[in-house]
């Protein structure tokens, strides 16, 4: 996550200044403007009250990666979804049984 993208965003979003952002967010605008330019960074809950501030709130999910420890666990995933797919066969008609785009 880029802080001075997810700040200059909401701040774009929510319609404000860097003058108001800050005022709302009990900062100065030359440190915000810091922010947002990426010459500081904030802290987590600096981040997170300039963008409830801007009425966003700041939400993170940790998600663990298929195969971070094992390389063969993604093949492995896939077996498991082509087999899932493999009780739900497709049954398809020879023919269309609705217009072509474009068509009337």
């Given at each position: 996550m880029?802080?001075?993208?997810t700040i200059r965003?909401?701040?774009r979003r929510a319609g404000l200044?860097?003058?108001g952002l800050a005022?709302?967010?009990?900062?100065?605008?030359?440190?915000?403007?810091?922010?947002?330019?990426g010459r500081k960074i904030p802290t987590v809950d600096t981040l997170d009250r300039v963008l409830r501030a801007a009425g966003y709130e700041?939400?993170?999910?940790?998600?663990?990666r298929v195969g971070?420890?094992?390389?063969?666990?993604?093949?492995?995933?896939?077996e498991q979804a082509l087999?899932?797919?493999?009780?739900?066969p497709a049954r398809h008609s020879r023919t269309l049984q609705f217009p072509k785009?474009?068509?009337?």
């Open positions: 880029d802080a001075a993208t965003s909401a701040r200044s860097l003058r005022a709302r967010a009990a900062t100065s605008h030359s440190t915000l403007a810091a922010y947002e330019g700041l939400a993170i999910e940790l998600t663990r971070a420890d094992d390389p063969a666990a993604r093949g492995r995933e896939l087999d899932l797919a493999a009780q739900f785009f474009g068509t009337k």
